[in-house]
Nanobody, 115 residues
């Protein structure tokens, strides 16, 4: 069972930036298609961004142009660089292998955008 560990969240003002990181203590993030998801209180969990093994990236419409997903194959991590943050980006952020619906979610990392 893959154990995901997300980090890098925090409190940031609107317009600010944060960088999230996801690791598993294994090479999983380097050899599978990976994704970042988020869930705000009262909302369904949504896909934010994904990256394929080949490096192809896709983004949700609400974050396109502001967020960048990347992979560090040496560190076996998948990062999410978030720029121009808005209050509606406030959520718990999770990473997981794309398409592996039976993978358990990690504890996530909280992002709060507020002045």
């Amino acid at each position: 069972q893959v154990q995901y560990v997300e980090s890098g969240g925090g409190l940031v003002q609107p317009g600010g930036s944060l960088r999230l990181s996801c690791g598993t203590s294994t090479s999983v993030p380097s050899i599978y298609d990976m994704a970042w998801y988020r869930q705000a209180p009262g909302n369904e969990r949504e896909l934010v961004a994904s990256i394929s093994v080949a490096g192809t990236t896709n983004y949700g419409s609400s974050v396109k142009g502001r967020f960048t997903i990347s992979r560090d194959s040496a560190k076996h991590t998948v990062d999410l660089q978030m720029e121009s943050l808005k209050s509606e980006d406030t959520a718990m952020y999770y990473c997981r292998r794309l398409y592996y619906m039976n993978d358990q979610w990690g504890q996530g990392t909280q992002v709060t955008v507020s002045s």
